[in-house]
């Protein structure tokens, strides 16, 4: 059991509240991105203890969400929160970095070997050879596609985002920031200028339809596409004849036992040896402000980009 002192208002959050997504009934406690200490443990938990600050993606049920006083958090879905970086900073990691470690490394969505994974990859493959093209990083779950792109020593990492984000994004690991403003044709030509018609890969953590994600794919190669919302390709249009793979990333520690422990085994290290970068956030005054907080959800829902924000429900 976890005492919430910290957590992160999501663009996820928005679409569990409108839509119901993942099969959410509402009303439901919302968010997922979590911080805060341990008030009551298991039996068989050894490697923590009472008052332990933690952060992590608490249980996908009513009993797991972060707006309320107490969460419930399995082990190998959290860590401790280490001592370079507060417990607000921890809380801009959970969901919002889980989600691409599932859509670049696992076997069924990009597949690329995984720099969590303690086995050595079998593939006689060359990861520094590889380009992936990023789109939406400038979102959270974005920003840290580029980081994990570059632990995974992805050799190009071409990003789509605004360019008042582009210093923020080669921090990270981009090796190039293409403009995301103008029409699909317009930003796909800036694409093909550094990838050609040789793309495979491809992470879209914005977008709700696929059309122009695909139109960046090789005509004469078997592309892969792992998206955070489920698949759209417009029929009408002649990518949808390409060969290519596409799938929705669940990125659910639940779904992904195995994924989740080897990730938050290895997060402490990775943040203290500055590996991985927490976000940039602001604190929202009055605690569980119910108007405040639908004001940010409701920026999400009209395509606008409210920053990111965290609240502190004990406020």
């Given amino acids: 059991m976890h005492q919430t002192n910290e957590l992160l208002v999501n663009p996820h959050d928005q679409k569990v509240r409108d839509w119901g997504l993942f099969g959410n009934p509402t009303p439901i406690t919302?968010?997922?991105?979590?911080?805060?200490?341990?008030?009551?443990?298991?039996?068989?938990?050894?490697?923590?203890?009472?008052?332990?600050h933690i952060f992590g993606y608490p249980n996908f049920d009513l009993d797991g969400q972060g707006s309320q006083q107490y969460a419930?958090?399995?082990?190998?879905?959290?860590?401790?929160?280490?001592?370079?970086?507060?417990?607000?900073?921890?809380?801009?990691?959970?969901?919002?970095?889980?989600?691409?470690?599932?859509a670049l490394f696992h076997p069924d969505k990009l597949g690329f070997p995984s720099p969590f994974s303690k086995e050595p990859s079998t593939k006689?493959?060359?990861?520094?050879?590889?380009?992936?093209?990023?789109?939406?990083?400038?979102?959270?779950?974005?920003?840290?596609?580029?980081?994990?792109?570059?632990?995974?020593?992805?050799?190009?990492?071409?990003?789509?985002?605004?360019?008042?984000?582009?210093?923020?994004l080669k921090s990270y690991g981009a090796t190039h920031v293409v403009d995301r403003h103008g029409t699909n044709s317009e930003v796909e030509a800036r694409?093909?200028?550094?990838?050609?018609?040789?793309?495979?890969?491809?992470?879209?953590a914005i977008n709700d339809d696929h059309t122009f994600t695909v139109s960046l794919l090789s005509s004469t190669k078997k592309g892969k596409v792992a998206t955070l919302l489920p698949?759209?390709?417009?029929?009408?249009?002649?990518?949808?004849?390409?060969?290519?793979?596409?799938s929705q990333v669940f990125g659910v520690v639940q779904f992904q036992p195995e994924f989740s422990a080897a990730t938050f085994g290895a997060l402490p290290e990775l943040i203290d040896s500055?590996?991985?970068?927490?976000?940039?956030f602001q604190v929202?005054?009055?605690?569980?402000?119910?108007?405040?907080?639908?004001?940010?959800?409701?920026?999400?829902?009209?395509?606008?980009?409210?920053?990111?924000?965290?609240?502190?429900?004990?406020?």
């Fill in 30 to 52: 919302l968010f997922t991105d979590i911080a805060g200490e341990i008030s009551a443990i298991g039996s068989k938990v050894n490697d923590f203890k009472l008052g332990d």
């Fill in 72 to 102: 419930v958090l399995r082990v190998g879905s959290f860590a401790k929160v280490p001592s370079s970086i507060s417990d607000d900073q921890a809380a801009t990691i959970p969901v919002n970095l889980f989600a691409p470690v599932i």
């Fill in 124 to 168: 006689d493959f060359d990861t520094a050879a590889q380009t992936l093209v990023i789109i939406g990083g400038g979102s959270n779950c974005g920003k840290f596609g580029v980081q994990l792109a570059k632990l995974a020593g992805i050799g190009k990492i071409v990003v789509t985002a605004s360019l008042s984000n582009e210093s923020e």
């Fill in 191 to 204: 694409v093909r200028q550094i990838v050609g018609d040789d793309l495979i890969y491809v992470y879209d």
């Fill in 231 to 246: 698949p759209k390709v417009a029929e009408s249009t002649g990518e949808s004849k390409k060969d290519y793979e596409i």
């Fill in 274 to 280: 500055g590996k991985i970068k927490t976000l940039k």
């Fill in 284 to 315: 929202m005054e009055g605690g569980l402000n119910v108007d405040a907080i639908n004001k940010v959800l409701d920026a999400y829902r009209d395509g606008k980009n409210p920053g990111k924000w965290h609240v502190h429900p004990n406020a």
